[in-house]
C-alpha cells in the first residue's frame, strides 16, 4: 500500500546527489522521482503528479548556470503552481537570487543539512495547499488561532490575519512591512504564539540598536577572554532562540557588513561565537519587521538582494491606522481599559461624539499614537467621560520650539512624567518593581525619576 502524501521531482546532473536525496526523502516518507537532465526533468513532469521540485542551478554543461534558468522558466511556464526550491554552491547564492525573481519558491546552499532541508520542503508543501485559505471571518479564524491582543476586525486586518493563520504553523521566513506604529511586533508575537514552536522563546532583536562592532558578539556570543570585556562565557540571541523565533525588528537599519554575517548564519544554520572556531548550528524561525522600503534600499545598494529574498518567503504588509478607521473604537476602548488597569482609574469612557472625532484624524503615528494621547488625555483631565475638546486640545509637539519639548498646555513633558509616576504610585501602593513595569522603566530608572521630580518611595 502506497502511504506516500506527498511526490518530489529531483533534478540533478550529479548522481551521487540525486542517490543521496532520494534515499533520505524516501526515509521521510516522500515519494521521490530523479532526472539528470532539464530534457528528462520536462518530460516527467508532462507525464508524473508532482508536488515539489528541487532543481540543482548548474549543470556540467553550463557552470554558469544559465541552462538551470531556463529549465526554471520552462517550469513556471508548464506547471506555474508548483512549488520550486532551487540548490546552488554558497559561491553561486546569485544564481538562487536570480532564480527567486523568476518565481522559485526558496533555495538552499550545498552541501545542505538534513533537517533544515526537511523543514524547507514541508514549508513550500504547507503553503501551497493553504493557499485557498484566505477569506475566514474573524469569528472563524479564532475558532482555530489565537489572536488575543490583536485588535480589528476591518478588512484590511482581516487579510493580515488570514496570511497570518496560513504561515504561522510553517516555517517560512516572514517580512513585515508597515509604518511606524501599527503593530509590526504584536503580529510577530501572533505568529509565534500560533506557531508550532509556542513552547521555545521568541527572541526580540531591535537591530537599529546595535552597532556594527558588537553585531557578532550581540547575535552570535562570545567565549570568555574573546576580548577585553569579555570575562565570561556569554549566548547570543540565536542560541537563545533556538528552537523558537527570532524576531528582528528595525532590519533596514543593519549595516551592510553585519548584512553578510546574518546571511550566512540564515543560510547555513550555524555559526561561531566570537572567539571561538567551533560551529554551534541552531533552529529559529526568522521573523523581520521594517517601517523601509527594502526593495527601493535594495535598488540602491544599501540592502543586499540576497538577504532580502531569504528574509521575505512571505510578506505581510500592515495598514495603517487611517486605512483602517472603522477598528478605531475598538482600539480606542482597548487601551483605555488597559490604561484604566495600570493607573487604578476605576471609570472613564469615550463619548460616542469623541470617537466619532477620533474615526476622523489621520494619525500619522498610527496605533502607537493614538494609544499615546488617550493614556495623556485620561491622565491629564481627571473625567470620568472624555469628550471632544479634551482630545482636540490634547497637546501635540511643538516643532518650532528650540529646544523640542513637547508643550501640552503650559504643562512640560517633565510635568507629565511627574504626574504619571505619582499616579502610578499611588495605583500600586508604592510597589517599586509594578511602577517600573507599568511605566516601562528598570528599577534604577524609575528611582533616579523619583529623585529628580522629589517623589518619596
Same mark, same amino acid.
Given at each position: 500500500?502506497?502511504?506516500?502524501?506527498?511526490?518530489i521531482?529531483?533534478?540533478?546532473d550529479?548522481?551521487?546527489?540525486?542517490?543521496?536525496?532520494?534515499?533520505?526523502?524516501?526515509?521521510?516518507?516522500?515519494?521521490?522521482?530523479?532526472?539528470?537532465?532539464?530534457?528528462?526533468?520536462?518530460?516527467?513532469?508532462?507525464q508524473?503528479?508532482?508536488?515539489?521540485i528541487?532543481q540543482d542551478m548548474?549543470f556540467?554543461?553550463a557552470?554558469?548556470?544559465?541552462?538551470?534558468?531556463?529549465?526554471l522558466?520552462?517550469?513556471?511556464?508548464l506547471?506555474p503552481?508548483?512549488p520550486?526550491i532551487?540548490?546552488?554552491?554558497?559561491?553561486?547564492?546569485?544564481?538562487?537570487?536570480?532564480?527567486?525573481?523568476?518565481?522559485?519558491?526558496?533555495?538552499?546552499?550545498?552541501?545542505?543539512?538534513?533537517?533544515y532541508?526537511?523543514?524547507?520542503?514541508?514549508?513550500?508543501?504547507g503553503?501551497n495547499?493553504?493557499k485557498?485559505?484566505?477569506?475566514?471571518?474573524?469569528?472563524?479564524?479564532? !475558532? +482555530?488561532f489565537? /489572536?488575543?491582543? #490583536?485588535?480589528?476586525?476591518?478588512?484590511?486586518?482581516?487579510? @493580515?490575519?488570514?496570511?497570518? $493563520?496560513?504561515?504561522?504553523?510553517?516555517?517560512?521566513?516572514?517580512l513585515i512591512?508597515?509604518?511606524s506604529?501599527?503593530?509590526?511586533?504584536i503580529i510577530a508575537?501572533?505568529?509565534?504564539?500560533?506557531?508550532?514552536?509556542n513552547?521555545?522563546p521568541?527572541?526580540?532583536?531591535?537591530?537599529?540598536g546595535?552597532?556594527?562592532?558588537?553585531?557578532?558578539?550581540?547575535?552570535?556570543g562570545?567565549?570568555?577572554?574573546a576580548?577585553?570585556?569579555?570575562?565570561?562565557?556569554?549566548?547570543?540571541?540565536f542560541?537563545t532562540?533556538?528552537?523558537?523565533?527570532?524576531f528582528?525588528?528595525?532590519?533596514?537599519?543593519?549595516?551592510?557588513?553585519?548584512?553578510?554575517?546574518?546571511?550566512?548564519?540564515? !543560510? +547555513?544554520?550555524? /555559526?561561531q561565537? #566570537?572567539?571561538?572556531?567551533?560551529?554551534?548550528?541552531?533552529? @529559529?524561525r526568522?521573523?523581520? $519587521?521594517?517601517?523601509?522600503?527594502?526593495?527601493?534600499?535594495?535598488?540602491?545598494?544599501?540592502?543586499?538582494?540576497?538577504?532580502f529574498?531569504r528574509?521575505?518567503?512571505?510578506?505581510?504588509?500592515?495598514?495603517?491606522?487611517?486605512?483602517?478607521?472603522?477598528d478605531?473604537?475598538?482600539?480606542?476602548?482597548?487601551?483605555?481599559e488597559?490604561?484604566?488597569?495600570?493607573?487604578g482609574?476605576?471609570?472613564?469612557?469615550?463619548?460616542?461624539?469623541?470617537?466619532?472625532?477620533?474615526q476622523?484624524?489621520?494619525?500619522?503615528?498610527?496605533?502607537?499614537?493614538?494609544c499615546?494621547?488617550?493614556?495623556?488625555v485620561?491622565?491629564?483631565?481627571?473625567?470620568?467621560?472624555?469628550?471632544?475638546?479634551?482630545?482636540?486640545?490634547?497637546?501635540?509637539?511643538?516643532?518650532?520650539?528650540?529646544?523640542?519639548?513637547?508643550?501640552?498646555?503650559?504643562?512640560?513633558?517633565?510635568?507629565?512624567?511627574?504626574?504619571?509616576?505619582?499616579?502610578?504610585?499611588?495605583?500600586?501602593?508604592?510597589?517599586?518593581s509594578?511602577?517600573?513595569?507599568?511605566?516601562?522603566?528598570?528599577?534604577a530608572?524609575?528611582?533616579?525619576?523619583?529623585e529628580?521630580?522629589?517623589?518619596?518611595?
Open positions: 500500500m502506497n502511504t506516500y502524501k506527498h511526490n521531482l529531483v533534478i540533478d550529479d548522481e551521487s546527489v540525486t542517490a543521496s536525496l532520494s534515499l533520505f526523502l524516501k526515509q521521510k516518507k516522500f515519494a521521490v522521482l530523479q532526472a539528470n537532465s532539464p530534457a528528462l526533468a520536462l518530460e516527467l513532469l508532462e508524473k503528479k508532482v508536488d515539489l528541487l548548474n556540467s554543461r557552470t554558469s548556470g544559465e541552462e538551470g534558468l531556463e529549465l522558466e520552462k517550469i513556471r511556464s506547471v503552481g508548483i520550486v532551487l540548490m546552488t554552491a554558497w559561491g553561486s547564492i546569485s544564481l538562487a537570487v536570480e532564480g527567486m525573481r523568476l518565481g522559485a519558491s526558496d533555495f538552499i546552499s550545498k552541501p545542505w543539512d538534513d533537517e532541508l526537511l523543514r524547507t520542503i514541508k514549508t513550500a508543501i503553503l495547499s493553504d485557498q485559505k484566505l477569506n475566514r471571518t474573524r469569528q472563524e479564524l479564532e !475558532q +482555530d489565537d /489572536f488575543s491582543g #490583536v485588535i480589528g476586525e476591518s478588512t484590511p486586518m482581516l487579510a @493580515v490575519l488570514n496570511t497570518v $493563520a496560513r504561515v504561522c504553523k510553517t516555517d517560512a521566513s516572514i512591512l508597515g509604518e506604529g501599527t503593530g509590526k511586533e508575537d501572533a505568529i509565534h504564539r500560533n506557531s508550532t514552536r513552547q521555545s521568541i527572541v526580540k532583536v531591535n537591530l537599529g546595535i552597532t556594527p562592532s558588537l553585531f557578532e558578539s550581540e547575535m552570535f562570545h567565549v570568555k577572554g576580548f577585553t570585556d569579555a570575562k565570561q562565557e556569554r549566548q547570543g540571541r542560541s532562540a533556538d528552537k523558537g523565533t527570532l528582528l525588528d528595525e532590519i533596514g537599519e543593519l549595516d551592510k557588513s553585519s548584512q553578510v554575517k546574518l546571511l550566512r548564519v540564515l !543560510q +547555513d544554520q550555524c /555559526f561565537m #566570537v572567539g571561538s572556531s567551533n560551529n554551534s548550528n541552531v533552529d @529559529v526568522i521573523i523581520s $519587521a521594517t517601517n523601509q522600503n527594502l526593495e527601493q534600499m535594495v535598488h540602491e545598494d544599501s540592502f543586499r538582494e540576497d538577504l529574498y528574509i521575505n518567503l512571505i510578506t505581510i504588509e500592515l495598514p495603517s491606522l487611517r486605512e483602517r478607521t472603522s478605531i473604537p475598538l482600539l480606542a476602548n482597548y487601551h483605555l488597559k490604561v484604566k488597569e495600570i493607573y482609574i476605576p471609570k472613564a469612557s469615550i463619548t460616542p461624539a469623541a470617537m466619532h472625532w477620533l476622523q484624524q489621520l494619525w500619522p503615528g498610527n496605533i502607537r499614537q493614538l499615546q494621547m488617550i493614556e495623556r485620561l491622565l491629564m483631565s481627571g473625567k470620568s467621560e472624555l469628550e471632544i475638546s479634551d482630545f482636540s486640545h490634547s497637546p501635540q509637539q511643538d516643532e518650532s520650539s528650540d529646544d523640542g519639548k513637547l508643550e501640552m498646555e503650559g504643562v512640560t513633558l517633565q510635568q507629565m512624567e511627574k504626574l504619571m509616576i505619582e499616579r502610578s504610585m499611588q495605583a500600586y501602593k508604592g510597589n517599586i509594578r511602577v517600573a513595569e507599568a511605566l516601562g522603566v528598570s528599577r530608572a524609575l528611582y533616579r525619576r523619583l529628580k521630580h522629589g517623589i518619596n518611595p
